[in-house]
């Protein structure tokens, strides 16, 4: 099976914290730098899950870039597309519970343009859409195209709604026209996309995400898996994404709570 996924590869700065942030002060932490970005991360573990796994986008050609790419690659994942200038970056900040907020800057990543796009990258069984890539155009009409190039060589296509707040901010009017102008097979959403955008909408499967409550997947409602301590959230619900699309509803939730139980978004 061989899985493509769309959107961000970004340089994560991954900071745990060990308290509240003392503001105007120091606070402890741990610190990492890892490769990250929805789209890397559903290809990322769907290696892991033992399928073949692309990842098309935009990356960057500094150094943030270079070492996104070579830990993407580590992987096991096929990287395509074009080099710009400045990769994403992104500054998650996650809570001594494992609740995470993030700053991003998307770099180079939104400005991928439908004619950058080779065909024969989406020759693949499935392809996932990052939420993110359907914001603004250029990466917009990129994504659109995409997904046509896919499904005309007989692929199955799914998008993950990505991010309630910047929904708001790109306008959840246009964002729910994208959705349906894509016509995935298969969304991915938490109950704050879900109610932004108005969904589930008909003839589509929708997997909502719940975090440590589980998942509901197109009304087959299922607990989340036990762990013994969830060290960060982030990236669990793009593992729980590619475990889907592997091999279903149970192995969502056991990526999921692998993910959790370390800290950063990659296996």
Same mark, same amino acid.
């Given at each position: 099976?061989?899985? #493509?996924?769309?959107?961000?590869?970004?340089?994560?700065?991954?900071?745990?914290?060990?308290?509240?942030?003392?503001?105007?002060?120091?606070?402890?932490?741990?610190?990492?730098?890892?490769?990250?970005?929805?789209?890397?991360?559903?290809?990322?573990?769907?290696?892991?899950?033992?399928?073949?796994?692309?990842?098309?986008?935009?990356?960057?050609?500094?150094?943030?870039?270079?070492?996104?790419?070579?830990?993407?690659?580590?992987?096991?994942?096929?990287?395509?597309?074009?080099?710009?200038?400045?990769?994403?970056?992104? #500054?998650?900040?996650?809570?001594?519970?494992?609740?995470?907020?993030?700053?991003?800057?998307?770099?180079?990543?939104?400005?991928?343009?439908?004619?950058?796009?080779?065909?024969?990258?989406?020759? #693949?069984?499935?392809?996932?859409?990052?939420?993110?890539?359907?914001?603004?155009?250029?990466?917009?009409?990129?994504?659109?195209?995409?997904?046509?190039?896919?499904?005309?060589?007989?692929?199955?296509?799914?998008?993950?709604?990505?991010?309630?707040?910047?929904?708001?901010?790109?306008?959840?009017?246009?964002?729910?026209?994208?959705?349906?102008?894509?016509?995935?097979?298969?969304?991915?959403?938490?109950?704050?996309?879900?109610?932004?955008?108005?969904?589930?909408?008909?003839?589509?499967?929708?997997?909502?995400?719940?975090?440590?409550?589980?998942?509901?997947?197109?009304?087959?409602?299922?607990?989340?898996?036990?762990?013994?301590?969830?060290?960060?959230?982030?990236?669990?619900?793009?593992?729980?994404?590619?475990?889907?699309?592997?091999?279903?509803?149970?192995?969502?939730?056991?990526?999921?709570?692998? #993910?959790?139980?370390?800290?950063?978004?990659?296996?």
């Amino acid at each position: 099976m061989l899985i #493509c996924s769309l959107g961000d590869l970004t340089l994560d700065v991954l900071v745990r914290l060990a308290g509240p942030v003392a503001v105007g002060g120091d606070t402890d932490a741990e610190i990492r730098l890892t490769p990250g970005g929805q789209a890397a991360n559903v290809a990322a573990w769907a290696a892991e899950l033992g399928a073949s796994a692309r990842y098309v986008g935009k990356r960057g050609s500094d150094e943030a870039g270079r070492l996104a790419l070579a830990g993407l690659e580590a992987a096991g994942v096929e990287v395509f597309g074009p080099v710009g200038e400045r990769n994403a970056v992104v #500054c998650s900040l996650v809570s001594p519970d494992g609740a995470r907020s993030m700053a991003a800057d998307r770099g180079s990543a939104a400005e991928l343009r439908a004619d950058d796009l080779d065909p024969s990258w989406f020759a #693949c069984d499935h392809l996932f859409v990052s939420g993110y890539a359907l914001l603004r155009e250029p990466a917009r009409g990129a994504a659109l195209r995409a997904a046509e190039l896919a499904r005309a060589q007989g692929a199955a296509t799914s998008v993950d709604l990505s991010t309630w707040s910047a929904i708001r901010d790109a306008g959840a009017d246009e964002f729910r026209d994208t959705v349906l102008a894509l016509g995935p097979d298969v969304v991915f959403a938490n109950e704050d996309e879900q109610r932004i955008v108005g969904g589930p909408f008909p003839g589509m499967t929708w997997i909502l995400k719940r975090g440590e409550a589980g998942a509901s997947f197109d009304s087959d409602e299922r607990l989340a898996l036990h762990v013994e301590r969830v060290v960060d959230s982030t990236g669990a619900g793009d593992a729980l994404a590619a475990g889907y699309i592997v091999g279903g509803p149970d192995l969502a939730l056991e990526a999921a709570a692998r #993910c959790v139980a370390r800290l950063g978004s990659m296996p």
